[in-house]
């Protein structure tokens, strides 16, 4: 027995084949609820390490001096803690004012400024002058005690100022507000 079969302009897809998959699209967020973050370019980022990493150098050599000095005294314990609030005074009124100083500089000249630069020729002369000037001081008459407080004080500003260049580099441009 012959049947003709049905022609279809359809073609039938196979029983196993899955229905096309779903596509879902993200939410849109307007652009008013959130900040975009600042890029720092990669000399941008290098010029920030070089200036945090200046001031913990420094702030490392001073306070291993420093406190080289106070474990002799009697007071050792007293000295230290003198050292260390004159040191969260000067950074709180004097460093962190000059850090945020010098990332700007290095936020205003450009991504394609030179690394160098990162400090202004008048700042390079006062790290030689403060460099010289505690070699002075080390070769007075000065008693060391008091020498120790000094240098952990200035020891704790770097270290504690250079916080600075580190949330910048962390966070972007604009937390330098």
Same mark, same amino acid.
Not at 135 to 139: D, E, I, P, Q, Y
């Given at each position: 027995m012959? &049947?003709?079969?049905?022609?279809t302009t359809e073609p039938r897809a196979p029983a196993s084949v899955a229905p096309p998959p779903v596509v879902v699209e993200a939410p849109v967020i307007p652009a008013a609820t959130f900040s975009v973050r600042p890029v720092l370019t990669p000399g941008e980022r290098v010029q920030l390490v070089l200036a945090g990493g200046l001031w913990m150098i420094a702030a490392l050599i001073l306070g291993m001096r420093g406190a080289g000095w106070l474990l002799p005294v009697e007071w050792t314990a007293a000295l230290f803690g003198a050292g260390v609030v004159l040191g969260l005074v000067k950074s709180r009124f004097l460093l962190d004012r000059i850090a945020r100083g010098v990332s700007r500089r290095i936020h205003d000249r450009g991504p394609t400024a030179s690394i160098v630069g990162f400090l202004s020729v008048r700042s390079w002369v006062v790290v030689v002058v403060m460099m010289a000037g505690g070699?002075? #001081? &080390? #070769?007075t008459a000065a008693p060391r005690p008091a020498l120790g407080v000094l240098y952990v004080g200035i020891a704790t500003a770097l270290t504690v100022a250079s916080r600075v260049y580190w949330r910048v580099l962390a966070r972007g441009w604009d937390t330098l507000g």
């Open positions: 012959y &049947r003709p079969m049905k022609q070699h002075a #001081l &080390r #070769l």
